[in-house]
């Protein structure tokens, strides 16, 4: 039995599951989806790393959480798949552009923004039924949260305990700029539905 391993990958990253009849059909999709992905992973990891040159907030750790906007697009636009693909690859692009890969924020770059996205699309396969602009909101702060949450648990194991004096101001910190981000992701979701 011969294995097709172009169209098992192209089910895997488009998430379908489905097989089209006509090729061109199938790789229209899959070519689109790329688009779709290369796009996002370009605009969080700029704004990963423009975010690295704007004043530091007085709270150690906290940040606006800008590129976190690419991966709510991603899961709310196009799927699970995509919206941890953008969350991992921006932090790579962001960090190797900004000059921090392998550092330790890049560590916790990385396990803040992957334990995001896990959290914000386990949340949205409960509120896609209810597909609304409060929904951002709640995509937001809970993404927010859980990239603190990320970040904390990594800097706990190579730290130790005294960051986790920090965490009742990181997570009050979340609500507030997932609240912004969130509100910002469905502002953008509408108009880039209309382009891509």
Same mark, same amino acid.
């Given at each position: 039995?011969?294995?097709?391993?172009?169209?098992?990958?192209?089910?895997?990253?488009?998430?379908?599951?489905?097989?089209?009849?006509?090729?061109?059909?199938?790789?229209?999709?899959?070519?689109?989806?790329?688009?779709?992905?290369?796009?996002?992973?370009?605009?969080?990891?700029?704004?990963?790393?423009?975010?690295?040159? %704007?004043?530091?907030? #007085?709270?150690?750790?906290?940040?606006? *959480?800008? /590129?976190? @906007?690419?991966?709510?697009?991603? $899961?709310?636009?196009?799927?699970?798949?995509?919206g941890l693909t953008v969350a991992a690859l921006r932090v790579f692009l962001g960090s190797l552009l900004?000059?921090?890969?392998?550092?330790?924020?890049?560590?916790?770059?990385?396990?803040?923004?992957?334990?995001?996205?896990?959290?914000?699309?386990?949340?949205?396969?409960?509120?896609?039924?209810?597909?609304?602009?409060?929904?951002?909101?709640?995509?937001?702060?809970?993404?927010?949260?859980?990239?603190? %949450?990320?970040?904390? #648990?990594?800097?706990?194991?190579?730290? *130790?305990? /005294?960051? @986790?004096?920090?965490?009742?101001? $990181?997570l009050l910190f979340a609500l507030f700029t997932g609240l912004f981000t969130g509100g910002l992701a469905?502002?953008?979701?509408?108009?880039?539905?209309?382009?891509?």
């Amino acid at each position: 039995m011969r294995v097709n391993v172009s169209t098992f990958f192209s089910n895997i990253y488009c998430g379908t599951g489905k097989m089209t009849k006509m090729a061109g059909k199938k790789t229209e999709n899959h070519s689109r989806y790329l688009a779709k992905v290369a796009i996002l992973v370009a605009i969080g990891a700029t704004l990963h790393s423009l975010e690295t040159f %704007l004043p530091p907030p #007085a709270l150690p750790g906290a940040k606006l *959480g800008l /590129a976190n @906007l690419a991966t709510i697009l991603a $899961l709310s636009g196009i799927n699970y798949q995509a919206g941890l693909t953008v969350a991992a690859l921006r932090v790579f692009l962001g960090s190797l552009l900004s000059g921090t890969i392998f550092g330790y924020t890049f560590y916790l770059s990385l396990a803040g923004a992957c334990t995001s996205a896990l959290v914000m699309g386990f949340l949205l396969l409960f509120l896609l039924q209810h597909k609304s602009r409060a929904m951002f909101f709640l995509l937001g702060v809970s993404g927010a949260a859980s990239h603190n %949450l990320g970040q904390l #648990a990594v800097a706990y194991l190579l730290v *130790g305990k /005294a960051v @986790l004096v920090y965490l009742p101001y $990181l997570l009050l910190f979340a609500l507030f700029t997932g609240l912004f981000t969130g509100g910002l992701a469905g502002a953008l979701q509408q108009r880039l539905e209309k382009i891509l």
